[in-house]
């Protein structure tokens, strides 16, 4: 078990602005600390342990060490720490650090402070007098007639997906966006946007959301919507940590469904896959009659049929589907969900037909499903446990995650899945390609998307795993994937984005969005003080 050592707070803090001292050349500021605020000292962790895990993420590519871990058990811990920072006289760096599920070190801090957010996720006690025993402190369902259907839930920002999943469904009900993976928290993915197969219909996780709660980099503690304090609530939604700390959101809920028609479909012509994935998510009708989740994924012969995604196809067919990956060297899964609950049960299976109607698909490679709600919105994580068991999930992970424009999908299959993959031949773990609706993204908030005006755009991820020893030659492959592009002019964005220099951020997110993302960090942030590692604004 981690412990604190007895340094007093004066000391860690030293410790933390020696660094930016050293680096403030032709600067006569001294530093100095006249806070006694013990509650920040008694929070303060500096064992080898903590530290440690503060300087590693999921992606195992960036280390970068941090002066001191932050364990709040309170949000006012959160305000207190940030004020602190803010009123110096040479201010330290904090991230907030929610599951480390970043790639590149964006919730790092080095010589600076991470704030670990699960100190702030907490249980209530077994209580006679409470209906639901156990039910999670920063979770509660709220019913509002002038919110959308009427119910939303109130979720700290610390805590995770599964767990908000699992407590709405108590009430019937459930968020309409999800991550693929529920593992991560709340904080961590509106940060970025949150997106998945859900996106196309019900947009990503940051257009669900009312309001939120939000430590600015001043140590304000602001509460934020679309109607009140606008700029702030815009800009933290896909801002990536740079305004504030996300405290709590409040979320749109809808009645959750029972059950799920889940299909997979085998094709060997990419532009019939993405003819048909287009014409899916732009179909018109009811409510009932529209799919609920889409994406798609592209088979090779470098790695197995199923993987940690999810098992889908049968065992039994897997010698027939490798026969045709080695016929075509490349095949595209499609992958759609309908929803349905016992009062629809009886339609689902023509709904589903009624879909398919048209589909040019390859004839005998129909796979289809039908497993609980919670079974399908969770299907990493059997994945994930097993890939622990063997001692595979926490090894590198050089994932390039982007948007690419629906008019250059077709050029960015000839170069990239029929070239560049095919040539280094390496490629391991899932590599999705699936579109999305341009009219479902909030161009006020902070996430960027495609600036073509197009009404779709695709989101391709190359979700890699290797050894410590080869994780450089994905590394190149996704920087040769880079360079295709620019060189074909594709005008695409990373998600998951992750840049060196400040000229490759204002490119990034287009010259009037980088104006107000700059405007925004001046007035939330004005001493550059949050997330670091996502290197905007601190580039050292």
Same mark, same amino acid.
């Given at each position: ?256 469904? #029972?059950? =799920?028609?889940? &299909?997979?479909? *085998?094709?060997?012509?990419? /532009?019939?896959?993405? +003819?048909? $994935? ?90 289809? #499903?039908? =497993?609980?709600? &919670?079974?399908? *919105?969770?299907?990493?994580? /059997?994945?994930?446990? +097993?890939? $622990? ?152």
């Amino acid at each position: 078990m981690s412990q604190n050592y007895p340094f007093p707070i004066y000391f860690i803090l030293l410790i933390i602005t020696i660094p930016r001292l050293i680096s403030t050349v032709g600067k006569t500021e001294q530093w100095k600390f006249t806070t006694k605020n013990s509650n920040i000292s008694q929070k303060l962790i500096n064992d080898p342990k903590a530290i440690e895990l503060a300087s590693s993420d999921y992606g195992n590519l960036v280390h970068e060490f941090p002066a001191a871990v932050f364990q709040p058990s309170t949000v006012n811990d959160i305000v207190s720490l940030v004020k602190l920072s803010y009123n110096s006289s040479v201010p330290f760096l904090i991230a907030a650090r929610g599951q480390g599920h970043s790639t590149r070190g964006q919730a790092m801090a080095r010589d600076g402070v991470v704030v670990d957010m699960k100190g702030l996720r907490r249980l209530k006690n077994n209580n006679k007098n409470n209906e639901h025993n156990n039910k999670n402190v920063g979770i509660e369902v709220f019913e509002d007639p002038k919110v959308g259907f009427g119910y939303y839930v109130d979720v700290g920002g610390e805590q995770l997906w599964i767990d908000v999943l699992y407590e709405t469904l108590e009430y019937g009900l459930a968020p309409v966006s999800w991550t693929d993976y529920l593992y991560l928290t709340i904080g961590g993915t509106l940060s970025n946007a949150g997106i998945s197969g859900q996106t196309f219909r019900y947009g990503p996780q940051i257009t669900s959301v009312h309001q939120l709660d939000v430590v600015t980099g001043k140590g304000e503690f602001v509460t934020c919507s679309k109607q009140n304090n606008s700029e702030l609530f815009n800009g933290v939604l896909g801002g990536l940590g740079q305004f504030g700390i996300i405290t709590r959101a409040r979320i749109a809920l809808e009645p959750a469904p #029972k059950r =799920v028609k889940w &299909v997979r479909l *085998l094709y060997s012509d990419f /532009s019939v896959f993405t +003819k048909d $994935q287009e014409r899916l998510i732009s179909m018109k009708g009811n409510k009932n009659s529209a799919l609920d989740y889409l994406e798609g994924m592209v088979l090779m012969n470098q790695g197995p049929i199923n993987n940690w995604r999810s098992s889908f196809f049968p065992l039994t067919d897997h010698h027939r589907i490798l026969s045709l990956v080695t016929q075509h060297t490349v095949l595209y899964c499609l992958e759609i969900a309908k929803y349905y609950d016992y009062h629809s049960e009886n339609n689902v299976n023509k709904e589903i037909q009624v879909l398919l109607q048209g589909l040019n698909y390859i004839p005998g490679f129909h796979y289809e #499903k039908n =497993v609980s709600f &919670v079974e399908f *919105l969770n299907r990493v994580r /059997s994945g994930e446990l +097993k890939l $622990q068991s063997q001692g595979l999930w926490d090894v590198p992970h050089p994932w390039l995650n982007m948007f690419i424009p629906k008019s250059r999908i077709l050029d960015f299959n000839l170069g990239v899945f029929k070239k560049i993959i095919q040539k280094r031949n390496i490629t391991t773990g899932p590599v999705l390609v699936y579109p999305m609706n341009r009219n479902k993204w909030d161009n006020e908030m902070s996430a960027t998307i495609p600036d073509d005006e197009e009404d779709i755009f695709y989101a391709v991820g190359f979700l890699h795993s290797s050894g410590f020893d080869n994780w450089k030659a994905f590394d190149a492959q996704n920087k040769e994937i880079l360079q295709f592009c620019n060189h074909a002019k594709i005008n695409y964005k990373l998600y998951l984005p992750h840049y060196s220099t400040q000229e490759e951020w204002t490119n990034h997110f287009g010259p009037k969005k980088w104006k107000t993302f700059l405007q925004r960090k001046n007035e939330f942030d004005p001493r550059m003080i949050l997330s670091p590692g996502q290197r905007i604004f601190n580039n050292n």
